[in-house]
């Protein structure tokens, strides 16, 4: 059964980093393209950060570019979020998704997603 974990969210003052992990299991998803999406509280899902299955194409959101980074091994069967100069704003649960087809975009183009890990920005 595939299952994507993420891992390394937590609780962080403005200014600061984090780096989130998402590994995936129980299939190889090398051929996958991924993303990361975020959920805050009365808000809808919406896209982060796509990357394509070599890593050769990413794609950010505008509320987001030039601060965070996507990135793949796919050797480790892993994607990564490097956060860094985090807003309040972005405090959300974090999730990984994986598809094969589709629009980076669009939540509803996603094919396995993770349970997401909250980060938690302070003013």
Same mark, same amino acid.
């Given at each position: 059964?595939?299952?994507?974990?993420?891992?390394?969210?937590?609780?962080?003052?403005?200014?600061?980093?984090?780096?989130?992990?998402?590994?995936?299991?129980?299939?190889?998803?090398?051929?996958?393209?991924?993303?990361?999406?975020?959920?805050?509280?009365?808000? &809808?899902?919406?896209? @982060?950060?796509?990357?394509?299955?070599?890593? $050769?194409?990413? =794609? !950010? #959101?505008?509320?987001?570019?030039?601060?965070?980074?996507?990135?793949?091994?796919?050797?480790?069967?892993?994607?990564?979020?490097?956060?860094?100069?985090?807003?309040? &704003?972005?405090?959300? @649960?974090?999730?990984?998704?994986?598809?094969? $087809?589709?629009? =980076? !975009? #669009?939540?509803?183009?996603?094919?396995?997603?993770?349970?997401?890990?909250?980060?938690?920005?302070?003013?």
């Amino acid at each position: 059964q595939a299952q994507l974990v993420e891992s390394g969210g937590g609780l962080v003052q403005a200014g600061g980093s984090l780096r989130l992990s998402c590994e995936a299991s129980g299939r190889t998803f090398s051929s996958y393209a991924m993303g990361w999406f975020r959920q805050a509280p009365g808000k &809808e899902r919406e896209f @982060v950060a796509g990357i394509s299955w070599s890593g $050769g194409r990413t =794609y !950010y #959101a505008d509320s987001v570019k030039g601060r965070f980074t996507i990135s793949r091994d796919n050797a480790k069967n892993t994607v990564y979020l490097q956060m860094n100069r985090l807003k309040p &704003e972005d405090t959300a @649960v974090y999730y990984c998704a994986a598809r094969i $087809g589709g629009n =980076y !975009y #669009a939540t509803l183009d996603y094919d396995y997603w993770g349970q997401g890990t909250q980060v938690t920005v302070t003013s």
